[in-house]
């Protein structure tokens, strides 16, 4: 700047050159005034002076420059023009001047503030300057002392040369070595990972990696520390992976290690878990995923799913074939079932005392196992959620029901492992499962209806030949249960595990409602191998040996005795000699312990089985199960009645008991179709057309009494269903819902207990249809009861009457040899016959027009005698309804004004049997006839109106 301004000045104050005289007038060189500035003036004239910060920013940016070479006058001027302009230039000048001084201001000004700092630098400076005299003093010392040393000791300092070479050698050895072994850590961290020493990896690592850090300044050891940093970090992914294969199978050691490796990566043990959480969860997703996915047979589905949008694995679901969906099924549950038995025993251990020598603090420990229970229920429900996509996927219509009951003993069992797991109800897994079931049961449900309705319209109603100790328990359909009904009153809920406390409370029985014999413990059982997937889930056929055979004495006459030979003796007997064999002797063979029951029964007997293992496995829906098979039994009942009561040629008031006149309509309105063609599906859901009777059975022939035979085995079949049911009640009572069980009850005391009265009607069919009742009454009308002597001798009719029995009874017998007849059935039958006789005599002496005493003793007489010979031929003592008949005949001998107070009382009696009665005894008193007659209207106006 101090050479620009000389120049400047030197170009100032130069002296022009002389001009000569060229006769111009100085007025041609006359100047307007302009302002002087003085050269040597430190000041610059402060008229229109800009602010000091546009003086600075107006600065040019090369008057900035700190090249040493930069020329600020030559700057300066080189931007002169050719042709020199004294005002341009002092404006020029006055423009630097104003730079300057803003900046030797701006200069001062910082100087100024950064004074304080400057004199503190400066003080410093000084200090340093005297120590660096001191420390040129003792070196000066310290040279004028070794040359002194050198001189004086030259054999010592060779000495304490060579020694310090030989440190310097070994001091290199010691770091080549170093050096060596860092390069050799890799293969030494591959032989430990092969060994799963985690923490000696880690701790190898962490020593290298300091290691290094002290060799760095070697080129080798610094390329290698970033070698370690990565082999730390994948040794870290290595722990992960590691321990993601502890979703399969818990190893507590190796367990111990990671955790052992995790605290050496400073890492807490919740940050641990949270971890295994992910991968637990992971395991779950890629196991259902791979499970399914090996399944499809058809190579786009995958594809398919990923390009739909929707969730890959529901895709994969819904394309799994009908063929390979249980193996499918149960091959899914036996991974997922590994994975929830690995966190089982992560559960296990934790809550045990083997980590107690961990480092994490008390509180650590208690945050992990309540993030442990937490996860608990997470893992759960996504177990459940992938099984229940399957199901709900799935179309189990097209199963049979072996198949369909193997899908819920899968089901079944996976929600046990659920309750032992983390009493869990799976909800998911019994919605999912209630849905499948409800849709196939009904479909299922109505096949066996129609199923049933074939089995019913084919029956010859034969007997079924099994053997005398049979019981409903051997069928195989009941094999899944048998236990169970034994002892399910003593049936705890399955095995439930408390993590808190380690211990396990086991149920008492081990037999499974899907019919294993296992139940509960599962995570003890298959600690170490199998899965619970792996036993009681086949189809296997148990060997039945129900059926009687020709040489075991099982036949309709044989017991369980060891009089068996006897008793086929005694059959071949009767065989050959059928007319000269006691009616007693024959009665005692046809009432035998054989059950009597024909092969559509076997056949209900069976779908009880089987409706009875679905109610177990459904809980939801087992009592709609239990009701379905309640139908059943009662469309069996409904036929029976329909086939062989239906042609009851007598009135049916008295037969029927009002139990099974509303059970019979009861069941004709939920469960038969009327008036709806076969191939009409509106409105058939749970209902059934009515069945036909197979058009082999002959019910209209006399010689066989009218299908007696048939009748007895329909009949007693029944009756023998019904005792099956009431054997099975308290079970299917124990099966049922506490808010069903009133319907449950409902169905024993009506449907069930109505049964026996069955008997009735249809044994009365038959008797009704065996005697000819209009030729007994012809025959009794032909009689005169106008006799005034009692003769000893009875009328012509009783005879007939009594032979027509004996035909019967005859028939009867014959019947008896191919159907065994029990005590009950002899009983009923001759009931009926009593009740058909009584009532026809008590018809046929009303009709009398005219009977004297004489008569109405003869009519004693008649019915004595008949009496007496009925009571040998039926066994009956006493005889049923002979009281009917005496009451009517001793009427006649009572006064009138008990006449009209026994009419009143003795209702059994119709109109027509009492005006006959009243017209015989008052045929003499017109006027208390005509009171009596109408007393009789007034009763039977007040029945008609009641």
Known sequence: MDELKNKLLGLIHKQPPKIPSM?????????????????????????????????????EAAYFSINPE???????????????????????????????????KKVLQLILEHQTGCNGEFEKIIEILEKVKETLALCKISRKELKIAASQFTDSLGILTNYRKRKMAQNFLNHLKMI??????????QQMMLEEDFVGIITELKRCQKIASQYRHFSCVAALTYKIQETLENTDSQLDRILAQTCFHFDKDRYMKLQAAYDLLDKSQVSMIDNL???YITAIYNSSFNVVQSYISCPDALESSENSGKN??????????????????????????????????????????????????????????????????????????????LLLNGDLTKYKFDQFVQVLRVVHRLIQVGEEFCSSKSEDLQESIKKQSEYYFMNYHAQRLEELKIFLENEMWEICPVKSSFKISQLQEFKPFRYSIKTFGTQVSPTTINYSTNSTECCSSTHSLDGSSIIGNYFIRFAEHGTPFDTGLDNTVIEEDIMASENDGSGYYSEESDDNQDLENDYEEDLNNLRNVSRKEKREKSQTNTPILTNTTLTVLRQMGKYIQMSRLLKPIAFRIISSMNQLFDYYLYSVNLFFGSDL?????NLYSQELNMTLQRISNDLILENMPIDQDTGRIGKVHKPSISPLIDLKNPETLYGLSERIVAVESLIFLAKEYEFLQEYLEYLTPQNHKALLQQFYLQNIASVPDLRNPIYMAVVAQSFDLRQILM????????????????????DTLLREIHIFTLRLEEISLKVPISSEVYKNIWTNVAHIVTHTL?????????????????????????????????SLKPVPHKEYVENYVKAYYLPDLELETWIKEHKEYSSKHLFGLVSCACQNNKKTRQKLLQVIEDIEKNKFHR
């Open 779 to 798: 025959n009794i009308a032909k009689i005169n009861w106008e006799v005034r002597d009692v003769r000893s001798m009875h009328n012509s009719y009783v």
């Open 649 to 653: 040629c007598v009135s049916s008031t």
């Open 180 to 189: 060596k072994d860092l390069h050799s850590f890799e293969k030494r961290c």
């Open 842 to 874: 008590v018809q046929g002496f009303s009709e009398a027009k005219k009977c004297t005493n004489g008569g109405r003793a003869l009519m004693q007489l008649d019915f004595t005698q008949f009496l007496t010979k009925f009571e040998k031929i039926s």
């Open 70 to 104: 930069f020329d600020i006058c030559r700057f300066e001027l080189e931007k002169l023009p050719e042709i020199l302009d004294c005002d341009q230039i002092q404006r020029d000048f006055k423009k630097l001047k104003q730079q300057h001084q803003v900046v030797s």
């Open 23 to 59: 006769g111009f007038n100085d007025a041609n060189y006359h100047f307007s005034d302009l302002p002087t500035l003085s050269i040597n003036s430190k000041t610059v004239q402060e008229v229109d002076r800009p602010a000091d910060q546009d003086i600075l920013e107006s600065i």
């Open 312 to 389: 890959p694995y529901t895709v994969l679901c819904q394309s799994i074939d009908v063929d390979v969906f249980i193996p499918c099924l149960v091959q899914l549950c036996k991974l997922l079932f590994k994975i929830v038995l690995s966190y089982h025993k992560l559960m296990k251990w934790h809550n045990s005392d083997n980590d107690t020598d961990n480092t994490e603090s008390d509180s650590d420990i208690a945050a992990s196992k309540q993030k442990l229970n937490h996860n608990l229920i997470k893992i759960w429900d996504d177990v459940q959620r992938k099984v229940s996509s």
């Open 277 to 279: 959480h992910v991968h």
